[in-house]
């Protein structure tokens, strides 16, 4: 595991994408970094994600001065690469060794880049983000580049700055579903490439049991994402056939404790297998749909009530 913190107690952070920050091109406006900064230590956290390039600076000195004065850490940084495309690879080992290089040359060896595929940009996936059959799945060769593609670009985190690399199955990707992460997990070098488990990203995409889910790829999973995921939203969005992006507009992902994610039995889970790294919360509040300050608070009060 990761250790960030000489603590042996989990730590609690929050991420950008809570104030609307998110790699995808949506309208409306958005807070500036040291403002999100605030807020989300007010709100009682102790770390963050970086956010999309460019939205925290990008030069070292002053990334750090900006955590620092604030007391926070900074635990990784997403970086969407589409992996079924082997010509996309390059580019994309480019864009993570820039942001790995940002992370250590700031102060944070320990921070994870954080592989996703490249969300949303495939019609069809986005269309049927959260609702995906097995006619939807793409064939085992491809599933198999995923994972090779994923394995190559740790391999060079690793190699150029020592730092890991975890997988973000995700909506509206072509890892989306339980099958999908299962099959990410068995085709990906276990030494290179770890998984960043989103409790709500696997309940979207069909997941019933993040328990045992977790309990059988435990030893894979090295960095967590608390993110609570609503049925009634994800059911209306079927009936309606709602895109991905609609679905969370309208609240897919609503305030921790409010939704189907057994958070309480999550938690005993970690702590049964002494898990002592870091637990980011997210909820996606896009620009219009609330207060992000007044959910995060809400979100860190429920963690403290289960014991956070």
């Not at 070292?60 to 010509?87: C, I």
């Not at 060769?141 to 994923?150: D, F, G, H, L």
């Not at 938690?267 to 997210?282: A, C, M, N, S």
């Amino acid at each position: 595991m990761n250790q960030t913190t000489n603590d042996t107690t989990i730590k609690i952070a929050n991420a950008p994408c809570s104030w609307g920050v998110l790699e995808f091109e949506l309208e409306g406006d958005k807070k500036g970094y040291e403002e999100v900064l605030n807020e989300m230590k007010a709100a009682g956290y102790a770390g963050t994600e970086l956010g999309d390039w460019g939205f925290m600076p990008t030069d070292p000195a002053a990334l750090r001065s900006a955590l620092q004065t604030r007391n926070l850490e900074l635990l990784g940084a997403f970086v969407p690469v589409a992996l079924v495309k082997d010509e996309a690879l390059e580019e994309g080992i480019e864009r993570a060794l820039r942001t790995a290089g940002l992370l250590h040359a700031a102060g944070y060896p320990g921070a994870f880049i954080v592989l996703a595929d490249e969300n949303g940009s495939v019609p069809e996936r986005t269309r049927k983000a959260g609702r995906v059959g097995a006619a939807d799945l793409l064939d085992q060769v491809a599933y198999k580049r995923i994972a090779t593609n994923a394995t190559r670009l740790a391999l060079a985190v690793k190699e150029k700055f020592g730092m890991r690399t975890v997988f973000h199955h995700h909506g509206a990707g072509y890892v989306e579903t339980p099958q999908e992460i299962d099959w990410l997990l068995e085709g990906s070098d276990p030494g290179l490439l770890g998984l960043c488990f989103d409790t709500g990203h696997y309940m979207l995409g069909g997941g019933t049991d993040p328990v045992g889910f977790m309990k059988k790829h435990f030893e894979r999973i090295w960095h967590v994402h608390f993110k609570d995921f609503d049925p009634a939203v994800r059911d209306q969005a079927t009936r309606e056939n709602w895109d991905y992006f609609q679905s969370v507009q309208n609240g897919v992902f609503c305030e921790l404790g409010k939704g189907a994610v057994p958070f309480d039995a999550v938690k005993t889970l970690l702590q049964e297998e002494g898990y002592k790294d870091w637990i980011v919360v997210e909820q996606d509040v896009l620009p219009g749909m609330g207060n992000p300050f007044q959910c995060a608070q809400k979100n860190r009060q429920f963690l403290a009530s289960i014991q956070l």
